[in-house]
């Protein structure tokens, strides 16, 4: 059996710490498992007792008749490391740990959780947790799980497996499916991700047949390379992923030493990464519960605003879309002049405006199924959005077949909203497989985020590991020439130097790969155009320096042209810890970093990447004939943005601060740089 | 009678235009009134039927035996001016017209609407629409409307009325509300406004004693003098406003012919506007449908990000709060140590992050309470969100008493958010008060809507109207140094000038009030150093402009002493047509343009709101004190925001662009200012 198998379709589970009493948490997994009609065999597993809530139990793991698949552990933190060694022993394929403590709560819990992983080395023992509230298969009843929210009558099943970083919430996400008539294939709570993490255990279940997409609640991008990997084995295999990551509001953590991890903050990091992993990234709750259903009909990569058709009954409630799509980039268009004909043919009248309202005649089933599908057929359109007024309230037998018959044989993405509440109406078209929305936030959330997803980022081999070096301006432009960003022309003197061998004017600076901050410290000099200004500049860093910094030795200088441009970026290559290799390009300046004015991928890009992130970036309309100002070489930017992409393994960072941008046909050029690399590597 | 008893207290009512065939929406008001038990006299007018529905009817407005407070039209277009007419010659003092096509659709229809308009002149009725879907009163039964989502079994009753430029949206809020169990004292579709605006008909039934506060469904800032006073009026009265309005993505109108307009954004000036009146504008639905209730314990003007306390027993419900709230601009912050103490002491563990996670703890009672009132109690503590996990979904009986109880008594703002689908739980709150919501996103939306309401602007003296006038640079600096705008020294020569009274270096720019875009016609010399330099820029002004602009004649010219600062801002005043006059402070250049780094008020304002205003625009930051940099003197630029706010009547607009901001202590200055006056009346 495989790993996903032993996660969603155990032939035997043990509950390790079952309890008889109804009232407790212990007791839950044993009656949802029995409620919900779970076939194969189950072990309560209580040393004090005999029987467990009329069943008998066993007194331990070993006692079992045969080693079951899947070992639920319930006992307290306490008990925790001696169940886990018991499983190890006998080999229980997987065992999921309910209790916390580990790791996350100071210097004890690091303590039990080293204990667990040196329990858990070289063993076959597959460890879920800590810190998990469980597993749930909804075809199979297998309701492994102490989560109360599980206490529902009825599970309603679907093809979207839930994955959730935390466990209260994957009964959250259960319950208000339930509300929305949306059921799930499965969920689990990932926990602590001491060994399986939310990446490997999606990519486990990927292949089981009943899955067909997945939906993910995450607190932060946590072991980024197996969720890389699943979104891969989810993209090749066609099964959309769509994604809630808490976090917006995150102060941005000063990552690096760079400006970087500042810019970028870790959201806008985790923002990128999904969507180059091909992953929707919702903003609302609802939206993810919601927006499953639309992800498949919606293929990833556009490259372009997606341009969408409403066709309404209600004019209030359509504007409503109509805003919540506009804030997030999705434009509603109005039909062609073709669309508007072929429309009338049919004795439409679409009206003038970008919303086609068809007012009252459109609460008439087969005029809003012929507007349906007129817009459908209309090329200007992505998509097209249907918004019902109280007549889906009052009378969905009449609407839902009609928009459900024609959004089902839809060949492009459709979706519905109601502007009012009309449970019933969204009940009957999610049942024909139809997306629908409760709210036109969630309605404008889900169809930007199944938009903005590109196609999903080939895997890059990992960075070298080893000691980190920084290196000096003079060795990062090295690298960087190798890579073809275009360096400023620059040549190496001593401090005595006399002349140097680049045509004046030259800056002047310190060379030294453990200072960072040279100006601070007197360590550059700017329009230097003679000899004489030259031999001035180097005595000037020679004896300034070492004041400004007691013990550093001015040994060489960087002698550098002066380059004049339009305008200036911050360009850089990390390795997020998380997320993997990123590129980012920012606008240059102190207005850059208060305006947080950048765009990120995963690296390494390709040129239409490139000029996507410079179109990304607000400050660079004006270097691109804004109001009638001179353009920048933005093509020359897009070469130096996927040249620096393709940085090597060895490299650890790269920051060119700042990119001259010259006019246009004329380059780009580094006039500053800070590369840090695996020492040994190069 | 008052037009507010004739809107919401009828004792008699006209439907003009009945039908006798229940499929029709001119059968639905009397079904309504009849359903919902209206008390006050209902007539029937249909003069091809005896009875209508079974109830006698009549064959006009004159025939029947009083004069109606109230008459429906529901009368097609063109039947619409001549029951207008009649309501006229009756004395009818108030009519509502269902019908649209007035005004809205072109020529024919804006001749409809001069027609009904001079009709109406001088008569005792007032007009609500056209297209006005009608208006309700929950307490008497006045179901005066042709909305088909009216056909409740039952309409629950509340405090709050509901105005909205949508007369579906009255339909999709009704509904919405009663699946959340809120119900509303009234609901008004107004239109399309012509004699009746949306500001004076909720004006008109502020003083109604059932009528507690009001939720807005807006299209856009429409008859914005008559919100105004709606809004005081209500503010007096301790009478708290919601509104949603519509047009948050709208490409912003290029409004007027100076920048003010572009950056600001029709949406923008709508936004400061409705925070200026006091109004809590939601950017969600179900922000204005929940949001309502949370309202009257949050006073405006608290002029800091408030500081929220959220507890829970649900650490991923949770988190979506904080996050929701944190992108708004509202702290949730950690129990101070006063207050961890004061948890400890009734042996609770308010645990170490910014969220009180109680865990299994928290599903008890007693330990939510005791939470609760505790963190109230906590002076670091402007409000309290308690968030409930599935306890709320399973034993809602639990959970909302203890909630109710210390929710009910807490003098300071209060709500809830439930993490799963917990419609029971959230219905017994709402019955008790409590504000309370379904989704994290509505949570956030209305607590910092409530939140950043400020108190309700006084209302100013309307500006003159009359004939307009450009001022020229000169006369512009005149009026700006009236209001105590500092200006640059500055002198006004002939093209022939061979010297000025002002210091070098100047600048030497054309002046007349007919150029606005001077430099484009090579009429700015700037940098000149002496006589010598002044003569050949006067020189070459006189020469080049009349080429670039043939016909224009050179008779003067600025010399203007040149100012250097540390950074540059755009400050304007202006007379928006339907928000009055604002004040807006922007970044200069180009980067504020692209990015809308700007801060609004109404006008005047004072100088707690300039600064207020200061810390808005971003980029001001760099003048701060930013990373290390020089502080710009942002108290001068504070009392230059606060002068040419209190511009006086005759001013029209006034835009300074650049205003240069010196070091701390050096002031601001005023170095190019286009200023509009109506004529006559400087």
Known sequence: ?????????????????????????????????????????????????????????????????????????????EGVPAAVRQCVALGVPLATVLAGGFGEEGEEGRAREAE?????AGSRTRLL????????????????????????????????????????????????????????????????????????????????????????????????????????????????????????????????QSHTGAIAGEDGIADAFLKDLGIARVETIEGLVEGAALMPKVKPGLGRAPRVAVVTTTGGGAAMVVDQLGIRGVDVVAPSEATVAALAARDINAGHGR?????????????????????????????????????????????????????????????AFVAPDAPDALRQLTATGIACFRTPEACGDAIAAAFARRPCHALTKSALTGPERQLDEAEGYAEL????????????????????????????????????????????VLGVNNDAELEAAADGIARDVPQAQPGLVVERLLVQSMTKGLGEVLLSFRRDPDAGPMVMLAAGGILAEI???????????????????????????????????????????ADAIVALSQAGAHIVEAEINPLIVRKEGEGVTAVDAVVRIVEGNA
């Open 1 to 77: 059996m495989t790993l996903g198998e032993h996660l969603l379709r155990p032939r035997s589970v043990a509950i390790v710490g079952a309890s008889d009493d109804l009232a407790k948490t212990t007791a839950r997994p044993l009656r949802f498992l029995r409620h919900n009609g779970f076939g194969g065999t189950v072990y309560p597993v209580n040393p004090r007792r005999d029987t467990v809530l009329g069943e008998q139990a066993w007194p331990s793991l070993e006692a079992l008749p045969e080693v079951p698949d899947h070992a639920f552990i319930l006992a307290p933190t």
């Open 116 to 120: 667990l992983q040196q329990i858990l």
């Open 129 to 256: 947790g800590p810190n998990s509230i469980g597993i749930v298969n909804t075809r199979t009843g297998l309701t492994l799980t102490a989560n109360a929210a599980f206490a529902e009558p009825e599970l309603p099943s679907g093809g979207v497996f839930v994955a959730s970083h935390s466990g209260s919430m994957i009964g959250a996400i259960l319950s208000r499916g339930i509300a929305r008539g949306i059921g799930f294939a499965g969920f689990v709570s990932t926990g602590a991700e001491l060994d399986l993490s939310l990446g490997e255990i999606c990519e486990a279940v990927v292949d089981d047949p009943e899955v067909t997409g997945f939906a993910l609640f995450l607190e932060t991008i946590r072991h980024g390379g197996a969720i890389h990997r699943f979104a891969r084995a989810a993209a090749e295999r066609g099964k959309p992923v769509i994604a809630y990551k808490l976090g917006r509001s995150e102060q941005a953590a000063e990552l690096a």
């Open 355 to 415: 919303i086609v309202d068809l007012t009252l005649a459109g609460t008439r089933p087969a005029v809003m199924k012929a507007a349906i599908e007129t817009l459908l057929a209309g090329p200007e359109y992505d998509m097209v959005v249907a918004v019902a007024g109280s007549s889906a309230r009052f009378q969905p037998e009449l609407l839902v077949p009609a928009i459900a018959e024609v959004g089902q044989a839809a060949a492009k993405p459709f979706a």
């Open 481 to 524: 020439s190798r890579l073809g960003v275009p360096v400023a022309p620059h040549a190496v003197v001593t401090p005595d130097a006399q002349s140097a061998s680049i045509p004046y004017p030259v800056a002047v600076k310190l060379l030294s790969a453990d200072v960072l901050h040279k100006t601070e410290l007197g360590g550059v």
């Open 595 to 637: 305006h947080k004015d950048r765009s990120l991928r995963m690296a390494p890009v390709d040129r239409e990447t490139a000029l996507a992130m410079i179109s990304e970036v607000r400050a660079l309309k004006a270097l691109a004939g804004y109001r009638g100002r001179p353009r920048g070489d933005l093509d020359a930017l």
